[in-house]
């Protein structure tokens, strides 16, 4: 589960600092009108971008913002291919294209960009597949099914991102080739800021596709919400989001401030531990990490587990530890003969293992599954031991309840 890979001639993975990638935005139309660059000014602010850090420039001549006026394909084209012209061999750095056209991307390929960002995640133009196949460029895709980052929650995220690698695999892109974009931002009404909360939140979720991790943070609304600023003045908002998000596994922060976001970048990237993998020859070991069953099914299925034994298996592969206080003696021994009879474990006082105590906290372990049973098994006993059940129940729910965790 270690990503280790090659981008342009770029190394990328977890054994790596995460790169910086500067925007260069040649859209009026966008949302945030201080980073919109005048063409004639593109290559010295690329060399300026380069100089302060970033590895990665990503140019864009259409504005995603949903309340921006739309442009022609033409007008889009003609935006960006001067710019193109003029940084080609010039700028040490890997130049990235920003369109869901597989007509600009050709073009934009032609006159040496070396990356295709598209926030579609090929679902606005399906000719982008065959396009990307056949340079063989890396490309980013965000996460997308109707509409450009309309998937609301991190568990439709991640369906999405499936199914989008499973689309490119299909249509003859290498694997290697596909960076994630999560699709944090105020993409569609519905999308509310408790989404990209819970998105940063669980970034490390991510980590099941053991590919390169793109967020794209900076200014987003979702920023301006908790700190009630306009995109002005959420610089140090974007800092921050940037730092967590390279500390929970991003490779590559999209950004609008440069040196200073490469600064955090540095520092959240030192913090962060190197995941662990020993090798050995032809054999390798590494440590799988899921929060949900749902990420174990798919870990499962791409090494060829049929979709329902993943189904069958997956409760079994998260393993919690719960507290339980205030317990007598009784109902706490009850507790642990009954995990014990489901392959768990629990761990009293020993006060009460010889009932010396009268009261004692229980500390319960076992996967999602063994829980479950556990609860199920509660509900027909004596004393407070069916309240307990409910409680376990709901104690577990309130780790994917969305409303529980962010609303405060």
């Known amino acids: 589960m270690v990503v280790d890979t090659d981008i342009c001639g770029m190394k990328v993975g977890d054994q790596y600092p995460s790169h910086v990638m500067g925007i260069i935005n040649l859209s009026p139309e966008s949302f945030y009108e201080s980073s919109v660059v005048n063409p004639n000014s593109a290559f010295e602010i690329a060399q300026k971008m380069v100089k302060d850090g970033a590895t990665f420039i990503d140019i864009g001549a259409r504005s995603t913002w949903r309340f921006s006026e739309p442009i022609s394909r033409k007008e889009e084209l003609k935006r960006l291919l001067p710019v193109l012209e003029t940084l080609e061999g010039n700028v040490d750095a890997v130049i990235s294209v920003d369109t869901m056209f597989s007509e600009i991307a050709e073009e934009a390929l032609k006159k040496g960009a070396q990356v295709i960002n598209d926030v579609s995640g090929f679902t606005a133009d399906p000719r982008m597949v065959k396009i990307v196949a056949d340079y063989g460029c890396p490309a980013i895709v965000m996460a997308s099914n109707k509409v450009p980052g309309d998937p609301l929650g991190m568990d439709s995220v991640i369906e999405s991102l499936d199914s989008i690698i499973q689309t490119a695999e299909t249509g003859g892109i290498n ?183 009268e009261m004692t906290d229980v500390l319960v372990m076992g996967t999602l599954l063994q829980l479950g049973r556990l609860a199920k098994k509660l509900e027909g006993q004596v004393r407070s031991l069916p309240l307990i059940a409910e409680m376990i129940r709901e104690c577990i729910a309130n780790r994917s309840d969305l409303e529980y965790r962010y609303l405060r």
């Open 175 to 357: 694997p290697k080739n596909l960076i994630l974009d999560p699709a944090i931002g105020r993409w569609t009404e519905e999308k509310l800021t408790i989404y990209d909360l819970e998105t940063l939140d669980n970034f490390d979720r991510l980590k099941i596709f053991e590919k390169p991790l793109l967020a794209a943070l900076s200014r987003k609304s979702f920023i301006g919400d908790v700190l009630e600023k306009p995109a002005t003045e959420r610089f140090y908002g974007s800092l921050a989001a940037a730092a967590i998000a390279v500390y929970k596994g991003a490779h590559i922060i999209r950004t609008h401030d440069v040196p200073e976001t490469c600064d955090a970048v540095k520092l959240s990237g030192a913090i962060r531990s190197r995941p662990s993998v020993v090798k050995e020859g032809r054999y390798e070991v590494s440590v799988v990490e899921v929060k949900v069953p749902q990420d174990a099914a798919i870990v499962m299925r791409k090494l060829g587990v049929t979709r329902t034994g993943s189904q069958v298996m997956q409760d079994k592969s998260v393993h919690l530890m719960l507290k339980i206080r205030n317990l007598t003696t009784t109902e706490a021994l009850i507790v642990k003969q009954e995990m014990l009879a489901r392959g768990g474990d629990a761990a009293l006082a020993k006060d009460a293992v010889s009932h010396e105590t």
